[in-house]
């Protein structure tokens, strides 16, 4: 019998992914008394078992100081689990927890134990402190990738409802719509000032209080929409590139008919989505989802919707797009507030948080996303987005070489 022993803190992903690579018959919970409060035992035990692997809260809370009292509750605990499995091969993951609490139950379980373990999150591993098969100090464990998008917010407290990506119509047409997509992206520094227009344009297709969801909601919009002056260059090249995959009707004038209600919201915006999902699928992630929409736990008449989000080595990447002008001092902050919340809770310690756009980014902006960890990439950068994806792919599969 295979049990692994693991200190319970508010980072369920360090106890979650190792019980997910070992799969052991059993998992003991170690809560001290302020995290039995907040209840944090009963959700990691419900976490497990919504994987298949069952979970034990321990009886007893496990001292947040003196030293000596943690000592004598971890032998306690090793001493109980050696009498009740006495033939249990027992595996600490010291990771949760206080360092006296780790320095304590390291002390008492380094010679019942058949490892010893932490969970290095940030460098997609696990290091061995303790092996009773070997002398030598063990190297560390790569992480297997154990975690989907879905199961990575589900740890997080965020039940996954819907994605676009799922929806079999919506899969096809934004693979048709991919040439389309990679054109727009590839030459978004050259076509900011287009870009503005179509959101313009495209707004302006319905009413302000018509419903855009229904089937017959081109019915009484406004379809036909008209340029100042008939486009030219780039402009005119990135129009052909719209009516060829069918979302407008263009004649080479002043005057473009949006032909669907697919096409108003792929101009005004969802073409940046679709590119940023299409070129972080096609890097290789383990898992990527675009149009996520789901709700919180303990708050389930609030919805939430992320653009795009990609799970790979167990760590999430959270990108927020965004085809609007920055303000600075106005819109900018506003949207930083917003992608500095969402990510942080969304991603944990150690996930990215990306806000793509394609329109220049404010230095307000800029300044914002750097003391709030977040990464700006702006339309000069479209082009080599997935090199910033396979790098950042490439740091959590290096760090475990």
């Not at 319970?8 to 799969?23: E, F, H, T």
């Not at 040439?179 to 727009?184: E, R, S, V, W, Y």
């Not at 080595?313 to 917003?338: H, M, P, V, W």
């Amino acid at each position: 019998m295979e049990i692994q022993v693991a200190i319970v803190s508010d980072q369920v992903l360090a106890n979650l992914i190792p019980a997910l690579m070992d799969r052991p018959e059993r998992v003991v919970l170690v809560c001290s008394e302020s995290m039995r409060q907040r209840e944090q035992g009963k959700r990691q035990k419900s976490v497990l078992g919504r994987h298949d692997v069952s979970a034990h809260v321990w009886n007893r809370d496990i001292p947040e100081g003196p030293l000596d009292a943690i000592r004598r509750f971890a032998w306690d605990l090793a001493e109980a689990l050696q009498d009740q499995h006495p033939e249990a091969a027992i595996t600490l993951n010291a990771t949760g927890g206080t360092k006296l609490m780790m320095l304590g139950m390291v002390e008492a379980f380094r010679n019942v134990s058949k490892r010893i373990i932490y969970t290095n999150t940030a460098q997609a591993r696990l290091e061995v402190v303790h092996d009773e098969s070997s002398d030598e100090n063990p190297p560390p464990m790569p992480m297997a990738d154990v975690l989907d998008v879905q199961q990575y917010l589900a740890a997080q407290g965020f039940r996954l409802q819907t994605t676009d990506d799922q929806e079999p119509s919506w899969a096809a047409g934004a693979e048709a719509r991919k040439p389309a997509t990679k054109f727009l992206g590839r030459n978004a520094s050259k076509l900011e000032e287009l870009i503005g227009v179509l959101n313009a344009l495209a707004a302006s297709v319905f009413l302000p209080d018509q419903r855009r969801d229904s089937a017959d909601a081109m019915r009484d919009a406004h379809p036909v929409q008209h340029f100042r002056r008939s486009p030219r260059g780039i402009w005119r090249d990135a129009l052909q590139q719209l009516c060829t995959v069918g979302l407008l009707r263009w004649d080479g004038d002043c005057e473009i008919e949006f032909l669907n209600r697919e096409a108003v919201r792929f101009v005004n915006g969802g073409w940046l989505e679709e590119y940023a999902w299409h070129i972080v699928r096609d890097a290789g992630v383990a898992d990527c989802r675009a149009g996520v929409r789901g709700v919180w736990d303990g708050a389930e008449q609030a919805r939430n919707e992320f653009d795009v989000m990609a799970c790979h080595r167990n760590q999430l990447l959270f990108i927020e797009c965004k085809t609007l002008k920055f303000d600075s001092g106005q819109n900018d902050n506003e949207i930083a507030y917003k992608v500095e919340s969402l990510g942080r809770d969304t991603r944990g310690l150690f996930g990215q948080t990306w806000l793509v756009t394609a329109r220049t980014p404010s230095d307000v902006l800029r300044d914002r996303a750097r003391q709030a960890r977040f990464e700006v990439i702006g339309p000069s950068e479209l082009p080599k987005l997935q090199q910033r994806v396979k790098q950042w792919m490439g740091h959590l599969q290096g760090s475990c070489a």
